[in-house]
Structure formats: structure tokens, C-alpha cells
């Protein structure tokens, strides 16, 4: 409190040298935590194997646990309208950004394809944006689609949010380790 009530000199105005301390401080703090390698002109490859190989197995266990804990979690008794309902809203997550990119991708490639947009580029790598793009689109279905056959509507969100964290996660990771791709 100090530091601050010393800032301001008797009219009340802010004295210069402590915000360019402070902005100094700030932005050393900032660059030396938030670095970013950024390269130019070039294009991402697989130089193990692409994710689509890899795409089956991760589809089974996300499946397989999101279903699992909307039913037990979420409480939700009919296990095959969740099986159902899950899948739809996984395979609709999953194939916006493809959309979206195939969509943008018409002037410079020609025609919409969703397996170029899939292999052209690191935008299937699993990060926090794919993770928000996962909850934003899956929450709402999932939820709106089962919410009048559960006990209790929090444990449904919740079980939702903590399914599609940990199997995002868990995809994430095994992305990491079975494929390598470079610039």
C-alpha cells in the first residue's frame, strides 16, 4: 500500500518514473514467461505418422469416458441416448474447425475439402483454443439434449466440463507422444 499511496506526489497526479517502472517490470515479467517461437514462410508436416491414424483410438476413449461420466456423474439412466447424444456432439466439435478452415480455404486451394484442412497444417493440435471450441459446442447439445432425464442438472454440467477436460487432455498427450510433426 506503500508503494502505490508513494506513486501519487501531493496534487494527486501520478508521478512518471514509477509507471515506466512499473511497465518495465510488467513487460520484462511477460516476455521472460510468455515466449513464442514464431516461423515464417514455411508449412507444418508429420514426420511420424499424421493424427489421422492415431484418430480412432482417440475417438473410442473419448467416447467411452465422456459417456461414462454423463451417466454416472450426471446421473443420467439411459446409457444408449448418452452414448448417442455424446457421439453427435463430439463429432459436431470436432468437425467445426475443419469447416471453418475448408470454408476459408476455397479461394487459394479451389474447393471445399475437409481432408486437406485436416492434413494441411497444425490446426488439429490439441491446445486450449481446441479445448474451449470443445466445451462451447458440446456443452450446450449434450446438456440441452438430456437435461429433462437427469436428477440433477448441475451434476450434468459438471460431469460435462470435467469429462471433456480430461479426455481433451488425455488426447493432448498422446498427440505429444505417437505423432511429431515439425515446421
Do not use: D
Amino acid at each position: 500500500m506503500i508503494f502505490f499511496r508513494n506513486m501519487y506526489n501531493g496534487r494527486g497526479e501520478k508521478l512518471m518514473k514509477y509507471r515506466i517502472f512499473i511497465v518495465v517490470i510488467l513487460s520484462g515479467i511477460f516476455l521472460a514467461f510468455f515466449q513464442s517461437v514464431s516461423y515464417a514462410n514455411s508449412s507444418w508436416h508429420w514426420i511420424t505418422s499424421s493424427p489421422l491414424k492415431v484418430l480412432p483410438f482417440a475417438i473410442v476413449i473419448t467416447l467411452l469416458i465422456e459417456t461414462i461420466a454423463v451417466v454416472k456423474l450426471g446421473k443420467v439412466a439411459n446409457s444408449k441416448k448418452v452414448f448417442l447424444i455424446v457421439s453427435l456432439a463430439n463429432l459436431l466439435s470436432f468437425l467445426a474447425p475443419y469447416f471453418e478452415r475448408a470454408y476459408r480455404f476455397i479461394p487459394t486451394s479451389g474447393g471445399f475439402s475437409i481432408l486437406a484442412a485436416f492434413n494441411k497444417g497444425p490446426y488439429y493440435i490439441v491446445l486450449v483454443g481446441y479445448l474451449l471450441l470443445t466445451i462451447i459446442v458440446e456443452l450446450p447439445i449434450v446438456y440441452f439434449l438430456l437435461r429433462k432425464n437427469t436428477k440433477n442438472r448441475i451434476n450434468l454440467i459438471v460431469s460435462i466440463l470435467m469429462s471433456n477436460i480430461i479426455t481433451t487432455i488425455l488426447v493432448a498427450v498422446c498427440e505429444r507422444i505417437i505423432c511429431v510433426g515439425q515446421w
